[in-house]
């Protein structure tokens, strides 16, 4: 089964970026669709972006349009997700994940996979 590992997470200030890595390994995923879903103190995960493994079909939650791009390398089996103009609402453990087959995009359970996660905090 392919295992997912986040990395890229860290310390910023209010409008600063960051930039997360999700590195697959372990099993056949070219045909994966990715997400990215994130957890704040307090809250429930909720959905964050997704991208087609294999496609170029992209969605994103209200809350982070315009400000993050969910992106992915095949060749480097590697998902991104690049977040810019960071806000201090947006600190969170983000989680990577992947889904082999169809389904509501923006729900958790629909995901087959998950990354063990990394911290973002954005200090204001």
């Known amino acids: 089964q392919v295992q997912l590992v986040e990395s890229g997470g860290g310390l910023v200030q209010a409008g600063g970026s960051l930039r997360l890595s999700c590195a697959a390994s372990?099993?056949?995923?070219?045909?994966?669709?990715m997400g990215w879903f994130r957890q704040a103190p307090g809250k429930e995960r909720e959905f964050v972006a997704h991208?087609?493994?294999?496609?170029?079909?992209?969605y994103y939650a209200d809350s982070v349009k315009g400000r993050f791009t969910i992106s992915r390398d095949n060749a480097k089996n590697t998902g991104y997700l690049q977040m810019n103009n960071l806000k201090p609402e947006d600190t969170a453990v983000y989680y990577c994940?992947?889904?082999?087959?169809?389904?509501?995009?923006?729900?958790?359970?629909?995901?087959?996979?998950w990354g063990q996660g990394t911290q973002v905090t954005v200090s204001s």
């Open positions: 994940t992947v889904k082999k087959y169809s389904g509501t995009y923006y729900r958790s359970e629909t995901y087959d996979v």
């Open positions: 372990g099993g056949t995923f070219s045909t994966y669709a």
């Open positions: 991208i087609s493994w294999s496609g170029t079909s992209t």
